[in-house]
Each structure stands twice: as C-alpha cells, then as structure tokens.
C-alpha cells in the first residue's frame, strides 16, 4: 500500500493540532515505537532487506534501536512511523520473500516513513566499529598521521594489475 503525500501531510497536521490544542496529554515521549516484538522483527527485516549484507543480528538491532528512536521525537514522527509499520504489516511484509519485500520496499521509497529508515541506517549501520571491522575499514587515520605514511597505497584485497599496454 502506497503512502500518498496528501496522507502524510493530514497526519503531521493532525498531530500538530492536537498537541497543540491539548499541552498536557501529548508530549513527545508519550507514544513509544518499538516496545513489542513484532514490530521489532518487521523493522529488522525491512533494514535487511534494504541493507543486505552479513552483518551480525546485534548491527541491525542497534540500527532499529537508532529507528526507534528518531520514530519516537515528537508525536507526529510516532504517527507517520506507526502508519508505516501498520502499512507493511497490512501488506503482508512478514510473510514475504526477499524478492517481492524488495519490490515492496521499492515501492514506498518515497515516503517519509522509508526516509526515516533509510537515513538513519545509513548514518548508524555505516558508522558501527563493529560494521568497520568486518569490512576493513580502520576508521579514521588523522590522529594517526593521516594515510600517506599508513598504507596509501596498499591495495591487497585487489588483484595486480595488467600493465600491458606500454
């Protein structure tokens, strides 16, 4: 099911009109996302699906964590999330195969409920030392001199080069 910008705008609207018209009932930490397991499970799969690699459970569970979190600001975030993740749940992502919760995935890339997904895994999965380690990256070398004097120009993960053309 596709998310209309028309929706989300209602939605966002919505929340801030009744925060606004009623102070002390909602406040930005009064609906919490993620507290139950199927959720849990929806929003690992879907960070796989859209980020597959081998990387440890525990990687992705902190990801949906940092999700979790940026779902949870303010209400109108908790909102547009949670009609995300009814959304997927209506559309039978649970039960889907890779493929087709790709295809699916594909299909909602403009809402701002993947955008929220897609942001945050970026700029948590990507900066996890744990991550680093497992693709060889050694984090950052200014502390260390920088990179010149540190293996510059070591290219062992590829093959020699063919110089056959001089």
């Known amino acids: 099911m596709r998310v209309s910008r028309r929706f989300m ?8 009109i009744l925060g606004a ?3 002390g009932k909602v406040k930005a930490g009064s609906i919490k996302i993620g507290s139950d397991d199927d959720t849990k499970a929806r929003l690992m799969k879907m960070v796989k699906t859209a980020f597959p690699h081998d ?31 009814n959304d997927l749940k209506a559309a039978g992502f649970d039960d889907m195969d890779d493929a087709a919760a790709l295809a699916h995935l594909e299909s909602i890339e403009g ?46 993960w590829l093959p020699d080069p063919r110089i056959d053309y001089l």
Not at 9 to 16: E, I, K, M, P
Not at 61 to 74: E, S, V, Y
Not at 134 to 150: H, N, P, Q, T, V
């Open 9 to 16: 705008l209602f939605g966002t609207a919505s929340a801030a």
């Open 21 to 23: 018209a009623v102070p």
């Open 55 to 85: 990387f440890p459970d525990v990687c992705y569970a902190r990801t949906c964590d940092a999700i979790f979190a940026g779902a949870n600001k303010n209400a109108a975030s908790a909102i547009m999330f949670t009609s995300g993740m």
């Open 111 to 156: 809402s701002a409920f993947f955008q929220l997904m897609r942001g945050t895994t970026v700029t948590t999965l990507y900066n996890d030392h744990e991550v680093w380690g497992i693709l060889g990256y050694e984090g950052a070398s200014f502390d260390k001199g920088g990179y010149i004097d540190r293996g510059f120009n070591d290219l062992d």
